[in-house]
């Protein structure tokens, strides 16, 4: 019998990348704008400031547009669970004999659900809260009850 499942943890980004280029443009444009009024009065300091200002910013936007994507896939397919973490770009995969793993529930705050099995150990859920984590621990532990029951 076939069984699928899947869960898919990934973060909550409150800008799309579209909303973050256009709120870096208009900062931009306003930092400029005050740097050069200011420039053109003789204190030329607040423009190299606001330059700075805009590099510094640049460089904080990238490193968020570089985790933006970041998440986690579980799936459990006919007897095999498959955990795919994907952070700053990079994509790792490990896969898991379903009757094999066991699963160490998050016993406290801010704790991750470990998955072993044969030597091998995974933590997921690092990008969700703890009721999420909590709920997802709970259902992979009952799915994978049940192909362990099926077998």
């Given at each position: ?51 700075l200002d805009i590099g510094v910013l640049a460089a904080a936007l990238l ?60 933590e997921i859920g690092g990008f969700v809260g703890e ?21």
């Amino acid at each position: 019998m076939l069984m699928e499942r899947e869960w898919l943890l990934k973060k909550n980004c409150s800008m799309s990348p579209r909303q973050v280029g256009v709120a870096y443009g208009l900062l931009c444009l306003f930092l400029l704008v005050i740097g050069l009024g200011f420039a053109l009065h003789g204190a030329w300091f607040v423009l190299v400031f606001a330059l700075l200002d805009i590099g510094v910013l640049a460089a904080a936007l990238l490193c968020y547009a570089r985790h933006a994507g970041d998440r986690e896939r579980i799936a459990l397919n006919d007897g095999c669970l498959l955990v795919e973490r994907v952070e700053a770009g990079q994509l790792r995969s490990i896969r898991l004999e379903a009757c094999w793993t066991r699963i160490a529930m998050p016993d406290r705050q801010r704790s991750l659900i470990a998955l072993e099995s044969r030597g091998v150990r995974v933590e997921i859920g690092g990008f969700v809260g703890e009721e999420l984590r909590e709920q997802v621990a709970q259902e992979l532990r009952s799915e994978l009850r049940k192909t362990a029951f099926l077998r």
